[in-house]
């Protein structure tokens, strides 16, 4: 009697996120951070994310930001690496430094009972790196270790094929990890620099959940953030999408061919934003509802997954998919994937697929709220996309706002099956390299 | 430090401990086992159904078929149509997903709470009401192949591992991956599938775990209505699988691949399990695989071979004590530049010895115990995790009373029985070395 019971179903009246109660918070040396207090386990997750990322990388020096934010738990202060990783593991604390393209992150969590003292540790991490040579030239090998095997790798292949005939020169057309010859290059002294250029405050974004007070916060971040420079170097310009429509076949051995494909996309403040993001989860969201997974998956057994999703990213958007499938079969992933993205973009999607959509996603909404870290996360990355701190009350509203007709206009507006680029990696049999 | 893609793909996590949540156990009148966890910080659930059943239960020429049922599971039931589970637990805002390991196979779906019973009374209906037909088989076998191809024939690495994996067990079915063999996964047919899930799939081989904001008192009443209805099938029995032989030669093989970008080595021992009652060996060869290869900067291997000796970029010991039968502790060696993998493995052999000699450094027992210590606080920020850990454990041969023992356990823990347990596993004999490199280069003739 499952279906009568599908009946019921109703929009989420009572929202979970009203537990979600943000505070802002200045501290006294004014940094801004967004706060969620949550006692009952003793500890807090602590979210920073600076923007720039991997973008700031000097010309010559790709994959100095990401070498630089790998360096910084190897060594600081009166520390060695290993001094390091000993005080941090007697204090059970948790660190993370990443790089990524538009932005770095430092993600940390620490007990309620040593905060004081796993602060200064991260502090010492951010400020006084020391950079040994014998650390660096160490973790230079990991990196390398890491092109080598990307270099080998069908999909990372796929996208550095891809970006690179997307942005050229840009840094949005290479990989952050620099290449041999470029990770080779950096010295000491450009470490340095990274550090002062990705780590400047005036791109900062604070998300603190946890085991600790406003008052507590905002002192921890005076301490923990206070000399870092106040502002960093002007990020590079705006760059165009440029690759057109067709397809680029890089020979791979191997049984399966992989593709990444897209065109341009839009931004992320654009009015349409909302009706586009609840497109493409019809369109490609991964499971096997979405039209691709739907066609591509479970019609016909051509691959274990397909996807596709708008990519806003700071100085240039796109929309991007991935598939996977036989050598033997991938020309007709590609094709059905033509097709589905063409009937979408010219007949729109059904009142039952918009309506199911929206009741997923606002219904899934309130589940990622579900950890101190997590909700650190988006805290953070609200702050990084410029929404407002009203953003989790008003989003499902935001949702549910978007009508049929909206939908359908935007898919014609936005997807181009003609400016689709796939560009395939493996040894794909009927395909070749083309431009439309 | 940088984690290379290779590195990434080590990562084998070691299950965090259990912690200070608060749990209810008890079983429906047909057997089924029933686990709570409590978690009110959020109006969400995690319901999960695990099967105790994998792929080491699978007949003879029918690898695969564990996990190929599982992908069949979300087809028509006699009530339900093809992907129409998938579609009401999205249009009720939740996720879910389906996992087959060695040793059981698990459902889960995270929801609002409110819609528990919901769930229960999808996931009961297909326990039993599995409607499948050829049409479902042939697309589906398209999509594990898809699969395989995709996790297996496209990583080097993973197709070295099968192999060493394969050279390791002798007799178990453990020998056999996952995903299932591709020639005999091409064979796999309607009658295989509906087969093994009328064999398998019965609430007596089940336990349900439930998670988050709920009450025991309401999981038992929605429990017993949707599960409790459902007959015991009474030709379950306990699982009994042929086990190994004394292993007496020890294996070593080369896997060559031209897509092998970073050749590195990897070894595995036999070695025993954590055991209902009894887990003290299983704890201390936990805590060795941290002392060994835990942490880059601080383990013995990533002290010597990466810090001091630098001949190596990535190290690492690992031991899945989660097991129903014998299992392995893994040793893996990523050469630096300039360092052949014959060297590598030399000097990480003499890091062995010297280990057995020298003991555990107290003052890294005491950091690699606080950590364990700290995880149980981190561990209740994911109650999702909790409940995995309980799924795991009470379908690979261990109580709720084992997994809260278990943090007791690895805390009482001496440097003694570590090195106790790590000379009985470190016997040749027992282990499987295999090589990852690149294809013999021809000789160029001018």
């Not at chain 1, 109660?21 to 006294?28: H, L, N």
């Not at chain 1, 406003?214 to 705006?238: C, K, N, T, V, Y």
Request: glycine residues 8%.
């Amino acid at each position: 009697m499952i279906a009568r019971l599908t009946a019921l179903v109703t929009l989420f009246a009572l929202p979970a996120w009203a537990e979600v109660d943000i505070q802002e918070v200045t501290s006294p040396g004014g940094i801004d951070a967004w706060l969620v207090e949550e006692s009952s386990i003793p500890f807090t997750a602590l979210e920073l994310r600076f923007d720039g990322g991997a973008s700031l990388d000097p010309e010559g020096l790709r994959g100095a930001t990401n070498l630089m934010m790998g360096m910084l738990e190897e060594g600081s202060g009166d520390m060695d690496a290993r001094a390091f990783a000993e005080a941090r593991e007697t204090l059970a604390a948790r660190f993370d430094f990443e790089a990524y393209g538009d932005s770095v992150s430092i993600s940390a969590s620490f007990l309620s009972e040593n905060r004081d003292e796993a602060v200064a540790l991260l502090r010492q991490a951010l400020t006084q790196p020391t950079f040994d040579e014998v650390a660096v030239a160490r973790v230079k090998r990991q990196v390398l270790s890491g092109i080598r095997s990307d270099a080998l790798d069908p999909d990372e292949i796929s996208s550095t094929r891809f970006y690179e005939m997307a942005f050229g020169d840009h840094p949005y057309g290479s990989d952050l990890a620099g290449t041999e010859e470029s990770v080779a290059a950096i010295t000491r002294a450009d470490l340095e620099t990274a550090r002062q250029n990705a780590l400047a405050l005036d791109r900062l974004h604070v998300g603190a959940v946890g085991d600790i007070t406003a008052e507590e916060l905002g002192l921890l971040l005076d301490e923990l953030l206070g000399d870092l420079p106040a502002s960093g170097p002007a990020l590079p310009p705006r760059v165009d999408f440029t690759l057109p429509g067709g397809t680029t076949v890089v020979d791979f051995e191997g049984p399966q061919s992989t593709a990444l494909f897209g065109h341009v996309g839009i931004e992320r403040d654009d009015p349409r934003y909302f009706a586009a993001f609840i497109l493409m989860e019809i369109l490609g969201g991964g499971g096997i509802e979405s039209r691709l997974g739907f066609e591509v998956r479970e019609e016909r057994g051509l691959t274990y997954g397909i996807s596709a999703f708008i990519v806003p990213r700071d100085l240039s958007e796109m929309i991007l998919g991935r598939v996977r499938s036989s050598n033997e079969t991938i020309a007709e992933a590609i094709e059905v994937t033509r097709d589905v993205w063409e009937r979408t973009a010219t007949e729109g999607v059904t009142p039952e697929e918009l309506a199911r959509t929206q009741t997923y996603l606002t219904g899934a909404y309130p589940l990622r709220f579900d950890g101190n870290g997590r909700i650190a996360n988006i805290l953070a990355g609200m702050q990084q996309a410029d929404l407002g701190i009203d953003y989790i009350a008003t989003r499902n509203a935001n949702i549910e706002a978007v009508t049929l007709e909206e939908v359908n206009r935007v898919a014609r507006e936005i997807l181009l099956p003609d400016a689709l680029h796939f560009v395939v990696v493996g040894e794909p049999v009927g395909l070749s390299t083309t431009t439309n | 430090m940088i984690r290379t893609l290779s590195a990434a793909a080590f990562a084998l996590a070691a299950a965090p401990l259990a912690a200070a949540e608060a749990v209810t156990n008890f079983f429906l009148d047909n057997g089924m086992e029933v686990v709570v966890i409590e978690d009110t910080r959020a109006p969400v659930v995690v319901h999960m159904v695990w099967y105790k059943v994998g792929s080491a239960d699978e007949p003879e020429t029918k690898s695969g078929i564990a996990h190929f049922t599982e992908h069949l599971m979300f087809k028509a039931t006699d009530t339900l149509e093809d992907g129409e589970f998938q579609r009401i637990v999205s249009e009720n805002g939740g996720n879910d997903n389906a996992f087959t390991s060695y040793d059981y196979t698990g459902y889960f779906q995270r929801v609002a709470s409110d819609r528990l019973g919901l769930m229960m009374e999808m996931e009961s209906d297909r326990m039993v009401n599995l409607a499948l037909d050829e049409d479902d088989i042939a697309t589906e076998r398209g999509v594990i192949i898809e699969e395989r191809n995709q996790r297996t024939d496209s990583s080097p690495g993973a197709l070295m591992q099968e192999q060493v994996r394969a050279a390791q067990f002798l007799n178990h079915q453990y020998a056999v991956p996952i995903i299932g063999w591709r020639h005999e996964m091409e064979t796999l047919g309607l009658e295989d599938a509906n087969a093994f899930y009328e064999a398998h799939y019965a609430p007596n081989n089940a336990v349900l775990v439930v998670a988050g904001d709920v009450t025991p008192e309401e999981v038992r009443t929605l429990a017993e209505a949707h599960y409790g209805v459902i007959p015991a099938n009474p030709a379950i029995t306990e699982r009994a699988r042929p086990a190994e032989p004394p292993q007496r030669a020890e294996r070593r093989l080369v896997y060559r691949d031209a897509r092998v970008a970073q050749p590195y080595f990897t070894r595995t021992y036999l070695a025993p399990e954590r055991n209902r009652g009894d887990q003290r060996e299983a704890a201390a060869l936990r805590l060795l695989a941290s002392v060994l290869g835990g942490s880059g900067a601080t383990s013995v291997f990533g002290e010597t071979l990466e810090f001091e000796q630098e001949i190596a970029v990535y190290t690492s010991a690992y031991y899945m004590g989660l097991s129903l039968d014998e299992t392995t502790f893994g040793l893996i060696g990523v050469p630096a530049p300039g360092t052949s993998l014959e060297e590598l493995e030399a000097a990480m052999d003499a890091e062995i010895a010297a280990f057995l000699e020298k003991g555990v450094d107290p003052e890294q027992l005491a950091r690699i115990k606080a950590q364990w210590r700290a995880s149980e606080v981190y561990a209740l920020d994911d109650v999702g995790g909790i409940a995995r850990r309980y799924g795991a454990a009470l379908t690979s041969g261990l109580t709720v009373q084992d997994v809260q023992d278990w943090p007791g356990i690895i805390q009482s823990i001496t440097g003694e029985e570590i090195v106790a347990a790590a000379e009985r596993l470190f016997d040749r004999k027992n282990a499987v070395t295999g090589y990852l490199m690149q294809p013999v280069q021809p000789e160029v003739t001018q």
